[in-house]
């Protein structure tokens, strides 16, 4: 059984069908790639996944669980991260803190328990700062620590995004262009870090438009047109699939990293 299953999922918003009856399992410690033109409804699969948006049809499990009527914190908790194409996070805030936001669901801490102060909120503070700390150190961004993030190159909040996905503990990391905007040697650093995510044993959903990278780094291949699956696969069976390279790759495979 795949850590997790999608089946007959549909979602549409008014006229325009995002994802078609899409059926595909992700293996538990794989890298999943899923892959499409601009518009293939693969920004409004994730957002399926992780509880944003709330599917027409279909189901979504996780270690045999439905998401699909859980709200996204929900979601978090049963192990799911994610890090979104157009970055959000606390720009007015540091390094730090925006990646302690992420431990928060790993502490017990509950709001009222924080505002009363009670026995335990601190020492689940610092458990939140040394789990922080150790997701900033695995994606090389203990030089930032204390940095605001808005005095930070974008390659920087690209690996921000991911440290405060990792505070959470995941067993399932969705990652929405992580390469998206980045130069040649931020790419490469991309690479080995998804490769590092991957060898910690966290199942990683990757969505990219940097071919090279995908095909470098993908256990599997998904590949969806008009929110359809059109080809499913290892890396070299999708690269030389007829249907894939008429429809997505034709002539732009640039092997960046
Ligand atoms: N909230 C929304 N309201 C209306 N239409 C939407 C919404 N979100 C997505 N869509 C539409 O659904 C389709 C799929 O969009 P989506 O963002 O999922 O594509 P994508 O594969 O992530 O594209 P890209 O590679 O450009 O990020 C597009 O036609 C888009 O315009
Ligand atoms: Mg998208």
């Known amino acids: 059984m795949a850590l997790l299953e999608v089946h007959g999922l ?17 293996p538990e410690g794989q890298v999943y790639s899923v892959i499409g033109p601009n518009g293939a409804g693969k920004t409004t699969l994730f957002n399926m996944l992780c ?42 805030m540091s390094v730090l803190d925006n990646v302690k936001v992420g431990c928060h669901l790993r502490t017990r801490g509950r709001i009222w328990s924080n505002a009363l102060r009670l ?11 040394r789990w922080a700390r150790e997701a900033i150190l695995f994606c090389g961004l203990d030089d930032y ?17 991911i440290a405060r996905a990792l505070a959470a503990s995941p067993r399932l990391l969705l990652m929405d262009e ?17 490769r590092q995510i991957s060898g910690t044993g966290i ?20 590949v969806i047109d008009y929110g ?24 732009e495979i640039e092997y960046a990293v």
Do not use: W
């Open 178 to 194: 992580p390469a998206a905007g980045l130069n040649d040697t931020e790419t490469k650093q991309m690479r080995s870090l998804i």
């Open 228 to 251: 359809s699956r059109l080809a499913e696969g290892p890396p070299e069976a999708i690269q030389n699939d007829p249907r894939v390279i008429e429809a997505y790759l034709g002539g």
């Open 119 to 129: 026995p335990g909120t601190r020492r689940e503070e610092k458990q939140a700062e």
């Open 145 to 161: 620590l204390e940095s605001h993030a808005d005095a930070l190159p974008y390659g920087v909040l690209k690996r921000l995004e």
């Open 51 to 92: 509880g944003i948006y709330s599917p027409d049809e279909g189901s979504i499990r996780f270690l045999d669980r439905e998401i699909i009527g859980r709200l996204p914190h929900q979601v978090a908790e049963l192990g799911v991260s994610r890090t979104f194409q157009n970055l959000q996070m606390f720009f007015n």
């Open 203 to 222: 199942t990683v959903l990757l969505v990219e438009h940097n071919m090279g990278l995908v095909m470098d780094v993908s256990d599997r291949i998904l």
């Open 10 to 26: 549909s979602k549409s918003f008014g006229g325009v069908t995002a994802i078609a009856d899409l059926d595909f399992g992700v």
